[in-house]
């Protein structure tokens, strides 16, 4: 056995994993599936005084949906998986239900669909520090991935890459606006006139983030002890915008960490009377909000990064401009995937640091892809077509597939765009969501890549999702036709 930790680490018997818990990160890192590993879940609830279990699963809007049960409740489920209403799948982010899906309805009752606990997720709530919070991953009665979760396209995506050799490493970064308002005021002012947290265009302000640094710790430890493990974080031009990286990982843990970062922000502004916004555009004057998804491949033992080849132009591997290449070829016609809202087509404006076509260059923040580094540690890609409003599971998981597609056909990419990204003559990308969601559904690559079933169900959600704007009255439309047409 390996010599005892410092920290504390519960042991187990012959022929099960160990369990540890991370003195600020209070996470189970690993935990075994076999009785034993329920056992030391037991232990660890006892050591750490779990009194609740909040459990919960993202759903296509990047919603997380869940709810608190009781400590027997929750081992009763990880014996024997849970029952979880399947109405998360068959509404909208608003609750509304959707009139067009085929997994739910009311053509099937709204049945309880299940629910399998991932006990290796479990981590203490740092600012409910009796309660213990576990991912959940939605599978069939025969215990299958239930195709429309996204968690679960994201496993399946992790799993190709890892049959071709690789080990996918990701990490994700995020703008997002700070608000002096609460649910009730966001109501009362109609979403219009909002206080910011701080006036004036600030970005990398070293005073902005002293001034709010109550605040600020409280995000960055908030996070670090939830094990988010926040590498920066500092403000970004506008008013009360700020940005933060989160330590890239291992693609599934990375992407349940991106997920878990803005609900985390959430509760944490909320705790002081504030709202976190991660729209794509909150207005229009202003720029809008990334979130950003830096990408490697490395090999199966993660000791290698095979996009990094000494001697090559730049450093690129044959490997890194595959997938680069695959990942721009597909780029249009996987956008509404990255592109989730309609409210995600109004940043991408040109001159304003998100792209307008698919493009890629060198320390190029004028385009959709950009490649940093040179050395075998650092290269990797920063796909910058993503932004805040990204569901972080599918986002991750589309570009991941495309850059896998483009290994396995051997795309070259397009010339290097070594200028201004928005003067480049390239694939223009989507400028509605209408036109993307029209684009995705007749692409046969990504029903190959990622599964007609959840091609089909997300493609009936962002049809709602237009049919909702299409028929809604804006303020804009108010404020200039009201009185004079």
């Known amino acids: 056995m390996a010599p005892r930790s410092k920290k504390k680490v519960l042991s187990q018997p012959v022929m099960a994993r160990s369990v540890r818990a991370k003195k600020k990160g209070e996470r189970l890192s690993t935990v075994a599936r076999e009785p034993s590993g329920v056992d030391a879940l037991h232990r660890w609830f006892e050591e750490k005084g779990v009194r609740k279990v ?4 993202v759903d296509i809007d990047g919603v997380w949906r869940g709810k608190y049960i009781s400590p027997d409740k929750f081992f009763s489920a990880a014996k024997s998986n849970l029952g979880f209403c399947d109405v998360v799948f068959g509404w909208d982010l608003a609750d509304e239900l959707l009139d067009n899906t085929k997994v739910t309805g009311w053509h099937t009752g709204y049945p309880d669909a299940c629910a399998h606990v991932d006990v290796s997720s479990g981590r203490i709530i740092p600012w409910e520090p009796d309660t213990a919070a576990f991912l959940l991953d939605f599978v069939n009665a025969d215990g299958s991935a239930y ?9 399946k995506i992790g799993r190709r890459a890892r049959d071709m050799g690789f080990l996918p490493k990701f990490g994700a970064e995020y703008e997002f606006f700070i608000f002096k308002e609460t649910p009730q ?10 206080t910011p947290l701080t006036p004036g265009m ?17 995000l960055i430890d908030g996070c670090n002890a939830f094990g988010l493990d926040i590498e920066g974080f500092h403000t970004e031009t506008g008013p009360g915008v700020f940005e933060a990286a989160i330590r890239y990982d291992d693609l599934e843990k990375a992407a349940d960490k991106a997920a878990l970062f803005k609900t985390v922000v959430k509760e944490i502004c909320a705790k002081h009377g504030l709202t976190a916004c991660f729209m794509a555009k909150v207005n229009a004057k202003l720029p809008g909000c990334s979130g950003h998804v830096h990408q490697s491949l490395w090999t199966l033992k993660g000791d290698r990064n095979t996009f990094h ?41 040109e001159n304003t640091w998100a792209p307008t076509t698919a493009t890629w260059g060198r320390e190029n923040r004028t385009t959709a892809i950009r490649v940093i580094g040179d050395s075998p540690k650092a290269m990797r890609l920063e796909y910058r077509q993503l932004g805040a409003d990204m569901n972080a599971y599918i986002g991750m998981a589309a570009s991941l597939a495309a850059g896998l597609w483009g290994i396995e056909n051997e795309v070259e990419p397009p010339p290097m765009c070594s200028g201004n990204g928005y003067e480049a003559t390239a694939q223009p990308l989507p400028r509605s969501l209408k036109e993307a969601v029209a684009l995705l559904s007749a692409s046969e690559r990504a029903r190959e890549l990622l599964g007609e079933d959840f091609v089909d169900h997300y493609v009936r959600t962002r049809q709602w999702e237009v049919r909702q704007y299409e028929r809604a009255v804006t303020n804009w439309e108010l404020e200039r036709y009201m009185e004079l047409i």
Do not use: I
């Open 54 to 57: 909040k459990v919960g699963a």
């Open 147 to 155: 195709a429309p979760s996204p968690r679960q396209l994201l496993q």
């Open 185 to 194: 005021s966001l109501k009362e002012k109609g979403f219009q006139d909002l």
């Open 202 to 218: 600030f970005g990398y302000s070293w005073l902005r983030t002293s001034m709010n640094s109550g605040l600020v710790h409280s």
């Open 309 to 349: 080849e000494a001697g090559a132009p730049g450093g690129m591997s044959q490997t890194m401009r595959h997938y680069l290449g695959g990942q721009v070829a597909l780029m249009p016609e996987l956008t509404a995937l990255y592109w989730p809202t309609v409210n995600s087509y109004k940043r991408s404006v």
